[in-house]
């Protein structure tokens, strides 16, 4: 199991070119469609509270990931595989990129790359929206964190605390309903009694 673990992620990391978030439909693949490790509901638990933890989201999922499997070694394993071959190709990258960085096929190379990384983030994204079945008042909330993000330059911080915020008014509110919708139920029975 530790061995099959740290041979995905490390195959996961050598492979996968636009970072971490590049790395969730591959992981996907791999954990839940493939080996069938962890339910689709659970991935998009895991990514969530990856993306909330600091750090990489790749090494986030990992550990969650490996943890969920096997405990804390686990962890260790698909950690140490999704870390090392990118440390390794970025060793080599950075010892030799210094003489062809200014080659025009070096930059045609990278220019041809990132459609592709754009599409690889794209895809995550499109896939959790429709798990998570996206109506007009999440879409919304989406679009309007994109649009604070991007063009209001507002730090992504302030946007995951005002949604715990309003998820937590949601979950209270809602609470609060069925409460008062339990304790007429509950009153009318006594008065019927």
Not at 6 to 25: D, E, L, N, R
């Amino acid at each position: 199991m530790y061995w099959k673990l740290f041979v995905i992620f490390a195959k996961i990391g050598a492979f996968t070119i636009g970072g971490g978030v590049a790395m969730i439909p591959l992981i996907e693949r791999e954990v839940v469609h493939k080996n069938k490790w962890i339910a689709p509901e659970d991935f998009l638990d895991i990514i969530s509270i990856a993306q909330s933890a600091p750090g990489l989201i790749a090494v986030n999922v990992s550990i969650f990931v490996g943890h969920r499997l096997a405990g804390i070694k686990g962890s260790i394993v698909a950690t140490l595989g999704s870390v090392m071959p990118p440390f390794i190709i970025i060793l080599l990258v950075a010892a030799v990129f210094t003489t062809f960085q200014n080659d025009p096929t070096v930059q045609a190379v990278f220019k041809g790359i990132r459609p592709a990384v754009v599409a690889l983030i794209a895809a995550p994204v499109f896939r959790m929206a429709v798990q998570n079945r996206l109506n007009w008042i999440t879409g919304g909330i989406a679009v309007a964190a994109t649009v604070l993000i991007a063009f209001l330059r507002i730090s992504p911080i302030w946007i995951i605390i005002t949604a715990i915020a309003g998820g937590l008014i949601m979950a209270y509110s809602r609470q609060d309903r069925s409460g008062n919708i339990n304790s007429r139920n509950n009153n009318k029975e006594e008065v019927e009694q």
